[in-house]
């Protein structure tokens, strides 16, 4: 982490603790491509823009944060916060979010493919996520991701048997993973 960037989080960490000194931090349209902030508390903090690709966010506090068009491609938020973050329209394009708190997050128009969700509070976000059988999977913006396969529901409805087959899962699991799926065409 360069010197800049440690300064702007000396003074963000001040302003969290009292608003009336430091500054909340402003990453704004920031190049921040693979910088380490594990453990960083940015709660509340405007990263809009930034490109974060590749960073290492993993525990860091993005609580109530402004990542709105933030470049995640890649980037590392295991058990990261980001209760109420603003997501919208963020590319998290293949981000590890195992574990990841996610509740009342603004995800709308968010690239979450190849995503890992594994793990992660989805409360009151717009993805739906599911454990059935030996896989993970959720559903976001019309796509649904089951273990390691990602495709537009309806092509889920379409194939889910065959896919199920040649995965081998169990007849069970094929058929629980069928009702889920036209559960998931009834909510959309």
Excluded at 79 to 99: I, K, P, Q, R, T
Excluded at 125 to 135: A, I
Aim: hydrophobic share 40%.
């Amino acid at each position: 982490m360069n010197e800049e960037l440690k300064i702007i989080l000396d003074k963000h960490q001040q302003w969290l603790n009292d608003p009336n000194t430091g500054e909340r931090a402003n990453l704004t349209g920031d190049y921040l491509f693979r910088v380490d902030l594990s453990g960083a508390n940015l709660s509340g903090a405007n990263l809009t823009g930034a490109d974060l690709s590749g960073a290492d966010l993993s525990g860091a506090n993005l609580s109530g944060a402004n990542l709105f068009k933030v470049n995640l491609s890649w980037a590392n938020l295991s058990w990261a916060n980001l209760f109420g973050a603003d997501l919208s329209e963020a590319n998290l394009y293949g981000a590890c979010l195992f574990g990841a708190n996610l509740t009342k997050a603004n995800l709308s128009k968010t690239n979450l493919s190849g995503a890992d969700l594994s793990q992660a509070n989805l409360t009151f976000t717009s993805v739906y996520s599911f454990t059935l059988g030996k896989n993970f999977g959720y559903y976001f913006n019309g796509v649904v991701k089951i273990g390691c396969i990602e495709l537009p529901l309806e092509q889920w409805l379409k194939d889910y048997k065959k896919i199920g087959r040649e995965n081998n899962y169990t007849e069970q699991d094929i058929e629980n993973y069928g009702n889920m799926l036209k559960f998931l065409k009834e909510i959309k």
